[in-house]
């Protein structure tokens, strides 16, 4: 125990400085509430900066932009991944938005009615916490993988900048999604490149042409944002799937990876003489592999006293009001209430909600009393 942390009271803390905490913050600020919102990384942003260098959205710029302040692009580009990081900077500074970097959270529990926050040598506490962030924090790869040749190159998603991370030699990369895909394209200039994992289906037309400026405002703003909800039944027979499989590939095509010579595989089932075996049983000899795998929610720091989590291993939640605990909500979860809820565009929606709950429960005085901002040794 820490017994040399200071402690500050302020009524919301939101953690997470990334799209989802950065709407949280709009809204409390709107609405006249005390928060400040924590950020683990060094800068607002910095969550896309460490992805990897080609990254471009996939959603034009008209959809990038926040509640607020629209994006600074033509409405049809697709920015970098380092310009949304600009511009989620810029965002927090337009609006002067109370955050403090590099403060990663160690534990979040309750003090009667009072939730704790210990970050470090820090402890806030709060009548409302919300966690904005998505349930992709830390790296999910197979057991089986450190069975592979201690000479193979093995990088997550996660930690993939560009191909001169790589050996010489053929890469593996395993997981077809949108990231495996996206890393394929980009490996395969330079690499002889091998793609493991199910095809996950794909649109059928190219995000950057003419009809795409037709189908994209159908597809975000009624598809994804209001026929894709928890409240449609068409949604909630589909929001399993989605959260468990992921959606179809947005801007690679099959084609596409066959142009660039990448070559399919069957899954990856296990290893052989320190080397990948796929389900046919075969084994590549390769030099690299990128586990395109997903990632495990990371929320192993959230200690309250009812379990948050249901058999499926995603936090229990109604549209972001977690049961059970009058003062904690999540912002930012995949299908939170939409398919849209991770989307930049779809994320005000479920911001506005919070932001009003706890301002309503503030006014009926449902939780603790907040008082003014206090330091002092704990």
């Known amino acids: 125990m820490n017994n040399n942390r ?5 009524q919301v803390v939101v953690i997470g400085g990334g799209q989802a905490g950065l709407s949280v913050g709009y809204c409390l600020a709107r609405r006249g509430l005390s928060f400040v919102i924590l950020e683990a990384n060094p800068r607002v942003g910095d969550s896309w900066r460490k992805r990897w260098d080609s990254l471009r959205l996939f959603t034009p710029a008209k959809y990038d932009g926040l509640i607020g302040l629209p994006f600074p692009a033509p409405a049809f580009s697709f920015p970098t991944k380092d310009q ?13 938005l109370p955050i403090r970097t590099s403060i990663r959270v160690d534990r979040l529990w309750r003090d009667g009615a009072r939730y704790i926050v210990d970050a470090g040598d820090r402890r806030l506490e709060a009548d409302h916490v919300v966690v904005a962030m998505a349930t992709y924090q830390a790296a999910r790869v197979p057991e089986f993988a450190q069975a592979l040749d201690p000479c193979i190159v093995q990088l997550h998603s996660s930690d993939y900048r560009n191909p001169g991370q790589l050996r010489p030699g053929d890469v593996l990369i395993v997981g077809a999604g949108n990231s495996g895909a996206d890393i394929a394209i980009d490996v395969a200039r330079s690499h002889r490149t091998w793609l493991s994992g199910r095809h996950p289906g794909h649109v059928s037309f190219h995000i950057e042409s003419r009809i795409a400026r037709v189908i994209l405002p159908i597809l975000f703003r009624v598809v994804f944002h209001r026929i894709l909800t928890v409240g449609t039944p068409m949604g909630r027979r589909a ?3 989605i ?3 992921g959606g179809l590939l947005i801007r690679v095509k099959p084609a ?6 990448v070559e399919r595989t069957p899954r990856v089932t296990g290893v052989r003489d320190g080397k990948p075996l796929l389900a046919d049983g075969r084994v590549l000899d390769i030099t690299n592999v990128i586990w395109c795998t997903g990632f495990h929610p990371g929320l192993s720091w959230i200690d309250l006293p009812k379990p948050i989590y249901g058999a499926d291993g995603e936090p229990v939640h109604d549209r972001g009001i977690v049961p059970g605990e009058p003062g904690f909500y999540f912002v930012g979860l995949h299908f939170l209430y939409s ?6 565009h779809g994320v005000a929606r479920d911001a506005e909600r919070i932001a009003d709950t706890i301002q309503a429960r503030v006014r009926a005085g449902t939780t603790g009393r907040s008082g003014a901002a206090v330091t002092a040794a704990a």
């Open 6 to 10: 200071t402690s500050e009271r302020v």
């Open 239 to 241: 929001r399993p799937s």
């Open 243 to 245: 959260i468990s499989k």
């Open 256 to 261: 596409d990876l066959v142009a660039a010579g």
């Open 339 to 344: 398919f849209s809820s991770t989307m930049i």
């Open 84 to 96: 949304m990081a600009d511009y989620l900077e810029t965002y927090a500074k337009h609006f002067d």
